[in-house]
């Protein structure tokens, strides 16, 4: 395997793919579309674990867990639910293997252990949630119910790709129920915002906020709000999406409280979930052609002491330097590893790292010990300094929050670069085809239109923005009437 | 449903099965076997996995994820692991559903999707991970790798019971690859020790340390430790297990790497797991007549504050008193809640908390008001006591540690007091029957007689302690030379 990246500017999805392997974040495995997520990339999924399950939490939210499995009469409950997921789930037909006599030793699928009801692997949980939810409401006073499950799902997809689409993934998914229509747009817009904070102070990921229109719509929602990023490529991703499920699922599932006034009511849902996908965004919003670039609240290693020694005796004399500082890295709470490995050069070290992200190298050698200097670089902009040892800890912490920040700041320069206002369909073409990114444009509002834009373009409508405004216009497509800007991109 | 619980003595399963219901731990599901894990017990489980997370990272180990499924004819591959987990396993045979022509709306599994080759649901993950290390490990640099994985399982039971033995069920799976048999060894046995460590101080269980014998040993390993809990009924529980997996993995899947010496060989593996039937051992080794009894390191909800007031007024100003105690302990890292719910009486919350396990319970009062006093209960033993407002917190507090270690002990003395040395068969099935417990007797090595002891007494060999003092005897059943005794038990 070369040590160097294909370019972004090469090909981009070539750039993706190596990355994620160099870095050593994924691979995939030997099961067609799943991955095997490696430490350090399961590192950076349990970070932002931690920080969504704590926003969860103080949002009033428990976590609860439910089965893998779904009976196929439940799964099918829900029409547009079941229908929307049929085309790509696993299906558990048997549950045993026995000696194939054909083949001596090996196994096969014993045809008399068949399940009386098939199941299907969970591509989502309203289905198994709705149906235990039933047996948990019966009074307004147990609404609303807040739960949220860390699970894996799997949705058997053809074209996978790391992180991004694979066929099993981990997420989570919350499912409340509310007594009122108003409770329910509530909680899901609010866990709109939940995401929209979480990709911005977090993974310095700047989303549009908005709503999905009818046909990008979950199957089985009644609306589904969006948070949008925009990659470096100019194409679009969907982050995460939080859904106002109306009554469906109460009505398919039979799930009705005692109102305070004694009336029998279906309750209200909502369903949201982000997931693995979202370490796609991240490496798709901030790397580079030298590697992964992490925004230091979401990076595994946050600092990196790289000593340049010749003999134990000098190491001994920079460990001495190195150790107090760990300390004080530690003490503030931020991740730090000394790679004091004999087995590679210091400059294989630097390369190592600039590949997986670390956000800041220190480096310590002879002179710097003769000094009391270090070196510390930037991964992001690569930049260098020498400072002194005594204040380096805290001018390192400045720095991380220095290099979050910056990072935010970059990918929404680039982002806001990447709205391009049109108002023909020449125009819009010409923005899709040649510059990317978001093109905000007239609608006429018509799923047929927005199917037309499609084919002729592979633009999607990524969503109304929840800030549109009012401005008389017309369809970029047909002319007719419209009312406010929907942004169109071509998508993940 | 009953508000009180069946008595143990009455009927122990019973009692069990009602107060995981009665407790909001747990339910069964529309999937035979799965069960739903309610907030409740969940918080349960996170408490311990953050732990035992912290104790494997402390010892070396990162996180991955591997995929859910696994190619059969990779599952196969380690042919006894195979044969052990072949009767149980749930496989995935189609991945698409279609609307079934004789049924309207309805769907049914779409037979022209089906799988080239059927994927089985993991019962466990080394076939999985072993062929993923391959790719993972070429030189001793390479090792020791040391990885850990929070998933979920299937193991298709027949006999299924919450928590204890359920079809799906959460779980850590330990797997490492080692250049040397000893360190293999080593590392093993470490984690029989993490899990000993955990079991004891933070669920108050004591366990025995042991190894299995052959015929009880994970499918696939060379040797198998274990710890040994015992529960009130008499019954022994494994807790947790850790394998030293010989080279057996290494070789059916072919994981060699380069010595330091240049030379081609075979790796070393070891495997070690934990799962939720943790939360049945701690509910069946601490609970009573009255609900769940909680050991404070683990429990949800460590001190709830019930106000006893009427009207506004009263329960204002003990808020007013209450507010800084909620900040004190949390301050102090103690999970607390104040009930202040005005739809049900004090006396009902008592109730609610006694079956829910809280250890300590603070309840304040008009009187409590005039006096600057609370009355503090414990869970464990019911005692009550009158404490001055002021140094309510700190007295809570160390109230929590006593507790803690009050369970703990309460729980060895009970063990310890239930190993019973036999020397004849008579005493064997006479202790087996009618005292329950462990059974420390001699044992002639062989599995016919580990067979017919457990067909005559359905005792079986719980493990060979690890403290195990060479001694001379005869096999209780077969009078033949034994070096040391083992403990037999009847167990979950």
Chains 1, 2 share one sequence.
Not at 58 to 64: D, I, K, L, P
């Amino acid at each position: 395997m070369s040590k160097h990246l294909t370019k972004r500017a090469e090909d981009y999805s070539k750039w993706y793919n190596e990355l994620i392997v160099k870095a050593d974040l994924a691979e995939t495995s030997a099961v067609r579309g799943c991955m095997v997520i490696k430490p350090y990339g399961f590192a950076i999924w349990e970070n932002m674990q931690a920080e969504l399950d704590r926003m969860f939490k103080e949002t009033g939210h428990q976590n609860a867990y439910f089965p893998l499995f779904v009976p196929k009469s439940l799964f099918e409950a829900e029409e547009k639910n079941a229908e929307g997921f049929a085309k790509e789930c696993a299906v558990v037909t048997h549950y045993r293997l026995q000696t194939d006599p054909d083949r001596e030793g090996k196994l096969r699928v014993d045809p008399e252990a068949k399940l009386e009801e098939e199941l299907v692997v969970r591509p989502t949980s309203e289905a198994i949630i709705w149906n235990t939810y039933k047996g948990w409401i019966q009074s307004h006073r147990d609404l609303p119910l807040l739960i949220n499950q860390w699970a894996n799902v799997v949705r058997w997809e053809m074209r996978t790709r790391l992180f991004l689409r694979t066929a099993e993934f981990l997420w989570q998914e919350g499912h409340t129920a509310h007594a009122t229509k108003a409770e329910a747009l509530v909680e899901a817009k609010q866990m709109q915002e939940v995401y929209a904070t979480f990709a911005e102070n977090f993974m310095a990921m700047p989303v549009v906020r908005g709503a999905k229109s009818e046909s990008e719509r979950f199957a089985g929602a009644d609306e589904t709000y969006t948070i949008e990023a925009l990659m470096q490529d100019g194409k679009a991703l969907q982050a995460g999406t939080s859904h106002f499920l109306g009554q469906n699922f109460a009505k398919a599932f039979d799930v009705k409280y005692t109102s305070r006034e004694g009336k029998q009511e279906y309750v209200w849902a909502t369903s949201w979930g982000v997931s693995t996908r979202l370490i796609g965004g991240l490496i798709m919003t901030h790397s580079d052609d030298a590697g992964l670039v992490l925004p230091p609240k979401l990076a595994p290693i946050q600092v990196v002491i790289v000593p340049i020694y010749k003999g134990e005796e000098q190491l001994d004399a920079i460990s001495d330097k190195v150790q107090p500082m760990i300390a004080a890295f530690k003490e503030k709470g931020i991740s730090v590893k000394f790679d004091h490995r004999d087995t590679l050069r210091p400059g294989a070290k630097f390369a190592e790292y600039e590949m997986k992200g670390v956000p800041v190298r220190i480096a310590l050698g002879k002179r710097d010990l003769e000094n009391g200097t270090v070196e510390v670089a930037r991964r992001d902009t690569f930049e260098k300094q020498t400072m002194n040892q005594s204040g380096v800890v805290e001018a390192v912490a400045a720095l991380l929050d220095e290099i979050q920040e910056s990072l935010y700041n970059k990918a929404l320069t680039y982002r806001n670069d990447h709205i391009t206002e049109v108002n023909t369909f020449e125009e819009f073409k010409d923005a899709i085809e040649n510059k990317g990114g978001f093109v905000s444009a007239h609608w006429d509002g018509s799923i047929e239109t927005e199917d037309k834009i499609k084919e002729l373009t592979k633009a999607t409508i990524r969503c109304i923005p929840n800030d549109v405004k009012e401005e008389n216009g017309n369809c970029v497509l047909t002319g007719k009437p419209s009312g406010r800007r929907v942004l169109f991109a071509k998508a993940y």
